[in-house]
Nanobody, 115 residues
């Protein structure tokens, strides 16, 4: 079955960096777009970044120039490099994919940015 497992979250000071990883299994990773979402307390889940199967990235305006999404098809892993972190980036970060029209989510990883 499809599984997505995020890691790499933690507590960091404003201006710092973190790299999130999402290890995928149970589907043809190289054939699928992958996405990072986040959800802050009391807010709706929002799309942060996407990467197409060919590697073309897209970003939410709030993270452009600070975050970089990438993928390693040999390792079935998608990454989110987060630089210049701000307190408003504090959220649970999830990776997501769609396989045969079913959405699959990881369990999430907490990112906390202190001011």
């Amino acid at each position: 079955q499809v599984q997505l497992v995020e890691s790499g979250g933690g507590l960091v000071q404003a201006g710092g960096s973190l790299r999130l990883s999402c290890a995928a299994s149970g589907f043809i990773f190289s054939a699928n777009a992958m996405h990072w979402f986040r959800q802050a307390p009391g807010k709706q889940r929002e799309l942060v970044a996407s990467i197409a199967r060919a590697g073309s990235p897209n970003y939410a305006d709030a993270v452009k120039g600070r975050f970089t999404i990438s993928r390693d098809n040999g390792k079935n892993t998608v990454y989110l490099q987060m630089n210049s972190l701000k307190p408003e980036d504090t959220a649970v970060y999830y990776c997501k994919t769609t396989w045969f029209r079913v959405d699959y989510w990881g369990q999430g990883t907490q990112v906390t940015v202190s001011s």
